[in-house]
């Protein structure tokens, strides 16, 4: 490690030294100590675009070019590469939808139609979810802008803000319809094509479509045997079935309860508590988020559509099951509170980021499974909420030994209690588990939200991609091996504490993969336009 803060003592020290296996990059990050923003250009002219992230590789610089000394203007950073047209007459961007391969090679945007207020049901469609006429998942070469292909969805709902409703991983693409309730997987070929390569939904298997056309035209061919005969009882043909993803989930839930009792009296009364008791609610579960493990797994969200339809989800009830494409079978199923997914979560967040191993500055992010410092900030936060609960029961218990209306106090303590035990530390959970699946590129690799390097308010800023309520006071940045040491902050605002200093205003940062750059955008309303833009930079 570093024993001194001088830059060029520090690269003295990097030739005559050689790292440990393995911590070269992390040793080379190390240097950003040093080079941090130290200068902002408040209220930068800004051309009328929506800004939304950088690529992982933050794009060819000219290093060449040194900065005006009056620099209020966004060109004097920015250099326009190209200009393509996306929407259609009737269609807008998405500005909440980005995504790119880790190639940096091709980039996918998104363009819809205004929502249908009152869809019409229509064959396979749930209802209480929206509509849109056409959504459009297009295709684009960064390079020089060409676009390459696109994906339309018909009368369907994808829910695009903060690429929700899509995970890229590698060179596969998953968009789920809600509206269908079908994953579509995608893969975009070296050629710049989007191919279809299956759909999740009503259908697992390639063939399944197939063979239940060819059983029903038997079974039809049957029934006018039959007809001519005495026979008139057979059931209709045309009788629906469950999609094959929710035929799938019942079955594994129907062995994993069955196989909890080895007694047969015993496994039936489990099979009609657990299972047939809540057999319509699990019916009832629609897909509402999915993503990558890896090539072959996926993690599904099913709740129901009052869940999809809500702002905060927290405490609604949801569940989680993880599909094997190719198998077309679920191989883990908890419910929003299960603290073995908990645990999971805890001990390997890296691997639910399903982050590429061509990555070079997505796999240093820091998460509560490879930072000490990030799980230290985890486990304060549980153990905040199991201390409040340990304070509320002592007070509960001395509230019972009052003689004064005995039986009713016991009876409120020991509701209390329950209430402690049982709900508190699982409402904890599910908060956790919400982020559940991870919202796909929505983290910055910048090297400043590293926590081994840097201590901040993750209140205010952090390395997930959110407008934030902005604040008076400027972001900090501690220093982790000198505790007490500020290296830079950042101010959204040239002046504080003025005459509008009370109004709700919110905030949003995008800071370069490599650079000490950052943007900063002030909000007035999360749906409103920035009012100002700001750039932090090294001087």
């Known amino acids: 490690m570093f024993k001194t803060n001088n830059v060029a003592s520090r690269i003295f020290e990097r030739q005559i030294r050689t790292p440990a296996p393995g911590t070269s990059v992390h040793s080379a990050r190390r240097f950003y100590e040093n080079l941090v923003p130290s200068f902002t250009i408040y209220d930068v002219e800004c051309p009328d675009h929506s800004f939304f992230k950088f690529t992982d590789d933050g794009e060819d610089c000219d290093n060449n070019q040194e900065l005006p000394p009056q620099a209020k203007r966004f060109e004097s950073f920015f250099t326009q590469l190209y200009v393509k047209p996306l929407a259609s007459c009737n269609e807008l961007i998405c500005k909440d939808f980005f995504l790119y391969m880790e190639s940096n090679q091709y980039g996918i945007f998104a363009t819809s139609t205004a929502q249908i207020q009152d869809a019409r049901g229509t064959d396979g469609a749930i209802l209480g979810v929206p509509s849109f006429e056409k959504i459009t998942i297009h295709l684009f070469r960064l390079e020089d802008g060409f676009k390459l292909d696109e994906k339309v969805f018909h009368n369907d709902c994808v829910n695009l803000t903060h690429n929700m409703g899509a995970f890229l991983y590698d060179d596969l693409l998953a968009v789920v319809s809600l509206r269908y309730q079908t994953i579509h997987i995608l893969q975009i070929r070296d050629s710049g094509n989007l191919v279809d390569v299956r759909a999740i939904g009503a259908y697992c298997r390639e063939d399944d479509e197939l063979f239940l056309n060819s059983s029903s035209q038997l079974a039809g061919n049957r029934g006018d045997l039959v007809d001519n005969g005495t026979n008139h009882d057979q059931p209709n043909s045309n009788n629906s079935f469950l999609s094959g993803i929710k035929q799938r989930l019942l079955s594994f839930i129907f062995r994993e309860i069955w196989s909890e009792e080895t007694d047969q009296t015993q496994r039936v009364q489990c099979l009609k508590k657990k299972f047939y008791f809540h057999f319509q609610d699990y019916v009832d579960l629609v897909i509402l988020k999915v993503q990558f493990l890896d090539r072959h797994h996926l993690l599904i969200k099913f709740g129901s559509v009052d869940v999809g339809a809500s702002r905060n989800t927290d405490q609604l009830p949801a569940f989680f099951a993880v599909y094997n494409m190719e198998t077309t079978e679920i191989v883990a199923f908890y419910q929003n509170a299960a603290d073995e997914l908990y645990l999971l979560f805890e001990r390997f967040c890296d691997h639910f980021h399903a982050t590429s191993i061509n990555s070079m500055y997505m796999n240093f992010i820091s998460s509560h499974s490879n930072n000490i410092y990030a799980l230290e900030q985890l486990k304060s936060m549980k153990n905040k909420a199991t201390s409040v ?88 940045f501690i220093s982790r091996r000198q505790p007490n040491i500020l290296k830079f902050k950042i101010k959204t605002g040239p002046e504080f504490g003025g005459a509008d200093g009370r109004s709700k205003k919110y905030s949003h940062f995008l800071f370069h993969p490599a650079w000490p750059l950052a943007l900063s955008f002030i909000q007035p309303s999360l749906f409103l336009p920035p009012s100002a833009v700001n750039i932090h930079f090294r001087r």
Request: proline share 8%; hydrophobic share 45%; glycine share 2%.
């Open 389 to 476: 609960s340990q304070v509320l029961i002592s007070l509960s218990e001395v509230v019972t030994s009052l003689p004064f209306y005995s039986f009713l106090v016991y009876l409120w303590n020991s509701l209390w209690i329950f209430f402690l035990i049982r709900i508190l530390p699982g409402m904890f959970v599910k908060k956790m588990l919400s982020s559940l699946p991870l919202n796909c590129q929505s983290m910055s690799p910048s090297p400043y939200f590293d926590q081994s390097l840097f201590r901040f308010d993750e209140k205010l800023i952090s390395a997930t991609d959110r407008p934030r309520q902005s604040t008076d006071h400027p972001i900090r």
